[in-house]
Every structure is written in C-alpha cells, then in structure tokens.
C-alpha cells in the first residue's frame, strides 16, 4: 500500500471532519440563538404573518400555514429561515394564497418577506427559483397547480 495516499487520505479526513464539525455546531448555536422556543414558536410566526399581510389584504383576516421545509435553513451567518405557504382567509373564504420566506430573529419573532401569490407564481414561474432554494421549487410548483 502507498504510505503517501494512505497518509493524505487520513490527513484529508481529519481536515473535513475538523472542518464539519465546527460548523455543524456553530449553526446549531445560531439556529438556537434566534428561533423561539416551540411554545412560543407558532404564536410569534402567527402575529408576525397577519401584521405582514393585513399591510395588503386589510384587517379582519386568518391565515393558515404549511411548512415547506421540515426545519430552518441555515446559510453563513444570517438569521435562519423558514420557507411557508400561506392561506388568507376573509368571511371563512380564501382570499389568496401563497408563498412567503421568514427569518428567525433573537427568539422574539420573524421577519417577514415578500409574499409571493399563487397566481403571480402561475403567471412568472421564474419567481420560484428567483426567491425560494431550488429544493423547494417542486413543493411550491405542486402548490400552484403547474407543472
């Protein structure tokens, strides 16, 4: 066996393993310094939802949503995000529906982005992949009746 690959091989496992583990825990610690706690989770993404879309759509209004993504994502030093689709109902009648990205900010709440409507997604599919991770774009698809 070549001692030289035998070596570089352990030498480059160290350094992946070195370098995954840090930054597996260093977005857990950022993950866990600005989501809320799940007994405040739903109650502050709920508050932060309508004040967003009664900006549009008036006051009055119940939203419903789904998780596009099981958990948060991640990406360098940025305040976590979640990617929702999003229901507003006026009268017990859905008014509009969409998508929407949050990010987790200090474990008080969320900032809230663009909504996206069903029917502009229908219109300018381009706005998918322009706005939302490529992992989703079938999800949100899916959602929208188009293929």
């Keep these: 066996m070549n001692f030289r690959l035998v070596t570089f091989s352990f030498t480059a496992l160290l350094a992946f393993q070195g370098c995954r583990t840090p930054s597996s825990n260093l977005q857990e610690v950022h993950i866990g310094a600005h989501v809320p706690d799940r007994s405040s989770f739903d109650t502050f993404l709920m508050r932060d939802l309508t004040a967003r879309l009664e900006h549009t759509h008036g006051k009055g209004l119940k939203v419903s949503y789904e998780l596009l993504r099981a958990g948060p994502t991640q990406v360098g030093t940025g305040y976590p995000k979640y990617y929702l689709w999003v229901r507003v109902e006026m009268a017990n009648r859905t008014v509009d529906e969409g998508a929407i990205r949050v990010a987790a900010v200090e474990r008080r709440g969320f900032e809230v982005g663009n909504f996206i409507s069903k029917t502009e997604l ?10 939302f991770p490529l992992a989703l774009k079938d999800a949100i698809r899916a959602r929208t009746g188009a293929k």
């Design 122 to 131: 229908v219109s300018s599919p381009e706005r998918i992949e322009q706005e």
